[in-house]
């Protein structure tokens, strides 16, 4: 059965719970469509170290408006946009971090302070899979975010199409082009 089938969609009583104030169903619902939103929230910020906190303000998001949902049905595509948004926002915010950072190094080195790159870098447990990882990360949020949906978190074509507003070739070009755009990043080190 297609997850996406309006008709048939077995988590429209859980929605009508959370919307009717139901925790109990929020814990089921995010039981169930955790990994997704996690895929998304990847997708989009192309970072994992952020996925945990990102997918916490989505699930808090999604509580407190499950109210003003007006189409429960629709369920999907309204906890992918406060996952997208939500990763966005965090995305914006990790830069300015990032600025802040990095003028601070700069400062540092400048002072003479013994702090290099190597203490910078995050130590990493499996260099091949960090570097695949790295790699999505810095596709193009355009090409990123389908490619993490269908290949990290196994969606179709069409649910790609129907959450992201766009139809299945779109949805396939650019599969395709994240495709490429990897094979080039990665050629020679994986």
Do not use: C
Request: charged share 30%; aromatic share 6%.
């Amino acid at each position: 059965m297609n997850p996406l089938s309006l008709e048939h969609d077995p988590e429209r009583p859980v929605i009508g719970a959370i919307q009717q104030g139901d925790p109990h169903a929020l814990a089921e619902l995010m039981r169930r469509h955790g990994p997704w939103v996690r895929g998304v929230i990847l997708g989009v910020l192309g970072r994992p170290d952020e996925v945990d906190d990102v997918a916490q303000r989505v699930w808090m998001q999604a509580w407190r408006e499950a109210h003003r949902l007006e189409a429960p049905e629709r369920w999907r595509a309204w906890l992918y946009r406060i996952a997208r948004n939500a990763a966005t926002d965090a995305g914006r915010r990790q830069q300015r971090r990032g600025k802040l950072l990095r003028a601070l190094f700069r400062h540092e080195r400048h002072r003479g302070s013994p702090m290099g790159p190597a203490a910078e870098a995050p130590i990493l447990a499996d260099e091949r899979q960090q570097t695949m990882l790295r790699a999505i990360s810095r596709l193009p949020e355009l090409y990123r975010e389908p490619f993490v949906l269908r290949h990290l978190e196994g969606w179709s074509y069409a649910q790609i199409g129907e959450v992201m507003g766009l139809p299945v070739d779109t949805v396939e070009t650019r599969l395709v082009r994240a495709r490429r755009l990897l094979r080039q990043e990665l050629a020679g080190r994986v």
